[in-house]
C-alpha cells in the first residue's frame, strides 16, 4: 500500500494511493496514521478495505489537493550520520564503525510539496535525500537485525535539510543545524514493505534548479535499515509511528568544491525508486 495524507495543514485525512493521480478515502476508518493507528496493528487491516473500495470504483482524483506527510508529527526523529560510504568520502571523514545517531525536531515534518524555509541567521543552507523508516510497532532490545523487520511499518522519501553553519559551527551540535521550522519534508506516501523487493537496491536522486546535484543507491549504505532499528533499540525505545531518517548519499552541498549552498528562490526536486518525488521551494525565514 501507498498511504498518504491529504488537505490543508492541520486538517488532513488518511487515504491511500491507487496511482499518482487518485486514491481511496479511508477518513471514515482511520483517524489518522498515527501512534494509535500503527500500534494497534491498523496496518493489516487496511489491505482488504484499500482492495474492496478499489474494485468498487470508490476513487477520487488528487487534483487540487495538497498532500502532507503521510505519518502525523511522531515521538521523535532519529537521524544516522555518515551512513553512506561514498559520501562519509566527501566529506573527508571516516567512515564510523557503529551509526553515528542524533535528533531532530518533530515539528520540523512538513508535506513532500511545501516550501522550505531558511531560518534566521542562516549562511550555509543544505539537502540530503534520504530514505526514512517509519516505525510500525513498539522496539526495545530487540534481539537481531531480523527481528526489527517486523517493526517497520514501511519507507518514506525524506529531504534532511541542514544549515551546515549551525550544525556545524555553533558547538558542534548537530541538533541546531537540523531543526529548523520546515527541515524535514516527508512522503508523498508511507510506502509498506510489501511493495518494496530490495530496500538496499533503491536509487535515489536529488537536483536544484533543474541540475542534478545527488544520484546515488542504497546499495552503498553501511549500516542497513534492519541493523539501524535493532542498533537503536539497545539504546532508546522506538515508539510506533517514530521516523528514522538513514543517511545521505553523496552530493551535498557542503561537499561540493566550493560549496554550493541554498538561497532563496531554489527549487529542490527529490525521488526514490518506488517511494515517490518531492518538489519544494526554498523561501527566505519568515
Known amino acids: ?48 478495505v484499500v482492495a474492496h473500495r478499489t474494485s468498487a470504483g470508490d476513487t477520487h482524483s488528487l487534483l487540487g489537493e495538497r498532500i502532507g506527510a503521510p505519518i502525523a508529527r511522531p515521538h521523535q526523529i532519529i537521524c544516522v550520520g555518515l551512513n553512506y560510504s561514498d559520501h562519509a568520502a566527501e566529506t573527508g571523514q571516516a567512515v564510523p564503525d557503529e551509526p553515528i545517531l542524533f535528533t531532530k525536531s518533530p515539528n520540523t515534518i512538513v508535506g513532500p510539496n511545501d516550501d522550505v524555509r531558511i531560518p534566521r541567521g542562516a549562511t550555509k543552507p543544505d539537502w540530503e535525500v534520504e530514505l526514512g523508516i517509519v516505525i510500525g510497532s513498539r522496539a526495545s532490545y530487540l534481539e537481531s537485525p531480523a527481528q526489527a523487520k517486523e517493526h517497520i511499518a514501511g519507507w518514506v522519501v525524506v529531504n534532511d535539510v541542514s544549515e551546515r553553519a549551525f550544525q556545524l559551527e555553533r558547538g558542534g551540535q548537530w541538533l541546531k543545524g537540523k531543526s529548523a521550522e520546515t527541515f524535514n519534508p516527508v512522503g508523498p506516501w508511507l510506502v509498506t514493505q510489501d511493495e518494496v523487493p530490495d530496500v538496499l537496491d533503491l536509487g535515489m536522486r536529488l537536483s536544484v534548479n533543474g541540475v542534478t546535484r545527488q544520484d546515488g543507491s542504497t546499495s552503498t549504505m553501511i549500516f542497513d535499515p534492519y ?23 553523496p552530493g551535498v552541498g557542503m561537499g561540493h568544491r566550493p560549496p554550493i549552498w541554498l538561497r532563496a528562490g531554489d527549487v529542490m526536486e527529490l525521488d526514490i525508486d518506488g517511494l515517490g518525488h518531492q518538489r519544494q521551494s526554498v523561501r527566505e525565514p519568515r
Do not use: C, W
Not at 541493523?227 to 548519499?249: A, C, K, R, W
Open 227 to 249: 541493523f539501524i532499528v535493532h542498533y537503536i533499540s539497545q539504546f532508546m525505545v522506538l515508539e510506533p509511528g517514530d521516523l528514522i531518517n538513514t543517511g545521505t548519499p
Open 1 to 48: 500500500m501507498k498511504l498518504a495524507r491529504i488537505g490543508e495543514v492541520g486538517f488532513e485525512r488518511p487515504v491511500a494511493f491507487i496511482d499518482h493521480d487518485s486514491y481511496v478515502d479511508l477518513s471514515d476508518v482511520v483517524d489518522d496514521f498515527d501512534e494509535g493507528f500503527f500500534a494497534s496493528g491498523g496496518l493489516a487491516s487496511l489491505s482488504s
